[in-house]
Structures are given as structure tokens and as C-alpha cells.
């Protein structure tokens, strides 16, 4: 048998657990030429999969009502039609929220045997990849600047503060929780901003941040970056990776100082990972490279079994995971 989680209705607002739906299907083992069944081990949880199960303009088909939902996945091949996998391949791809896959083999990625496959979905895979073009492919950071970091202690906000370091910017991270802060500041963060329990997000920017903003990689949207848009200096660089505030809204918050954009000459790029496929391979070997050298340091928050998959796509909405999330499938059917 094959478990997956479909979805039933679109999301009003935060995923709830009846937008979903956990069914057993018999598992298909019969393949076209160039195809595999992946036994799926790890599942991503990302905060584009909210975007993804909405009915809106997204840079990806939306999932269907009633299909199963779309999502990264890290595993091992049980069966092959395609000589460029054997039995025992461990890849990476589109997995989507299941215990098997069939896919075609042009569509997933062999992983070294050695190296823990969830690795490939946060650090390695499409979350540090992220925090890599945002900040050494678009933001290009030259030393002594400063940048803030939004949702600084998540997958790719943590990321892309050390990144930050490593180019030899001064950073600040804005986080949601005093415990993340600390570990921000463990990891080298130069400062650290509570949103939730700061008096005045926008005085305390200017605290941190006398001479003003150089760079900025927003992660979230909102109120934040209005706060950042009254601190930036000339010439900033607003690297625009996410936008998590707004996703659960039906309407996103208009930015409300605009106008300063404008006059402080600044420029806001956004972008999609995918687009920067080319980046891709010297990323991979720096970030390699650099966590050998413990000059980046990586969390993951791990929830056990597929059936919570939903409940983990929340908590990253709302900021109770810590680290990058996600799902250890732990497999009920016998082992084929």
C-alpha cells in the first residue's frame, strides 16, 4: 500500500487539518522505461507549499483539489526502468507528500550514499540554494556592510546570515523568540531583534543600525519591511526571497513606504531558485566547503510520520518550528 495526503479544499487562511486528507492506495510498482519508484524517507516542509495549495498566480501549477500534495522529498530507489538509477540509489526531487513515488529518472537527483539525505533538503537542497542566490548571486555583499535578515533563525534566514558573515558584512537578525536570538548569536549574528516583543521594530533597527541599511533579504513582507524601508541607506538592495506574512491573507498588506525606494535609489529584486539552475553545482560545493569548516552551522526540526505533515506546514507558518522542517516517513507497509 501506498499512504498520501491529498488535499480536499483549499486553504482559508492558516492549513487546517480537514483541508486535508490521509488515504491507502495499492501501490503500483509496474514502470515505463526511464522511470523508478522512490521509497520516500524525508519530506520538505517549505513555506512556498502554503502558495502552492492556494488557488492563486503562483510560478508553478497549484496543487489540484483531491491530488496529492506537492512537496521535496529525499529517498532511496526500490525499483528502476532507467540505467542511470539502481536499486539502492539515494535521490532527491519532487516526492511530493507520499511513502512511494514514481517518477522519471530526469526528474530527481542522485545523492552521495554517505551523506544523510535530509541534509539535501535543507542546508544543500532548495533552502540553502535559496539563501545562496539571494545573497552571493543578487544582494552581492561587499565587506563592512550591513544586512538585516527576516525570519533570521529559519531554514534559509540562518543561511543567509552566515553567508552574510562569511562576506564579511555586519548582520542582524530579526527572529520571533529570544531563545532563536540566542542562538543566532551563538552562530555570529552582530545583533538580534525579537519582533514580537520589541516596543518599536523601526527604532530599534536604527539602534542596530545608526548609518542605515545597506542590504536587506526579506523573507516575510509586511510590517517588517516597512519598518526596514525607514532605515535603509542609498543605494540598498532589498533581495525580496519570501513573502510568509501574507501568504495566509486573501489580499497582501501594499508596502507603505514605497516612495522611499524611490528616493534612496534603492532596488528590490525578487526571484526563484529554480532560475538560477546554473549556480546550482558551485553552490552545492561551496556550502559543502564551508559547513566542513564549521563556518556554517545548520538546525532541522523533525516531525515523525507523514500523517503530520499538515501539522508541520502550520507550525512553519507560524514560526513554531526551529530549524529546518522536515517529515521522517516512518513506512507501515511491509518493505518491498
Known sequence: MNRKIILVQRPQGLPKDEDFKLIEEPLNTALEIGEVLVKVEWISIDPAQRVWIGAGRSYITPVSVGSVVKGMGAGIVVFSKSPAFKRGSFVTGFLHWQEYAKVKASDIIRLPSYVNPQLHLGVLGMTGLTAYVAVNEIAKPRKKETMVVSTAAGAV?????????????????????????????????????????????????????????????????????????????????????????????????????????????????????????????????????????????????????????PRALRMVMTGENFGKMVVRVEHQSPKI
Open 157 to 309: 534566514g540562518s543561511i543567509a546570515c552566515q553567508l552574510g558573515k562569511i562576506r564579511g558584512c555586519r548582520v542582524i537578525g530579526i527572529s520571533g523568540s529570544d531563545a532563536k536570538n540566542r542562538w543566532l548569536t551563538e552562530i555570529g549574528v552582530d545583533g538580534v531583534i525579537n519582533y514580537k516583543t520589541v516596543p518599536n521594530l523601526t527604532q530599534a533597527l536604527k539602534s542596530l543600525c545608526p548609518e542605515g541599511i545597506d542590504i536587506y533579504i526579506d523573507l516575510v513582507g509586511g510590517d517588517i519591511l516597512d519598518a526596514v524601508l525607514l532605515n535603509i541607506k542609498k543605494y540598498a538592495r532589498i533581495v525580496m526571497c519570501g513573502a510568509i506574512s501574507s501568504y495566509n491573507l486573501k489580499r497582501a498588506p501594499p508596502i507603505r513606504y514605497y516612495p522611499l525606494i524611490i528616493s534612496q535609489s534603492a532596488s528590490v529584486e525578487g526571484f526563484i531558485v529554480w532560475e538560477h539552475r546554473n549556480k546550482f553545482d558551485i553552490a552545492v560545493k561551496n556550502l559543502s566547503k564551508w559547513i566542513k569548516e564549521n563556518k556554517i552551522k545548520h538546525k532541522e526540526h523533525i516531525v515523525d510520520g507523514i500523517e503530520n505533515a
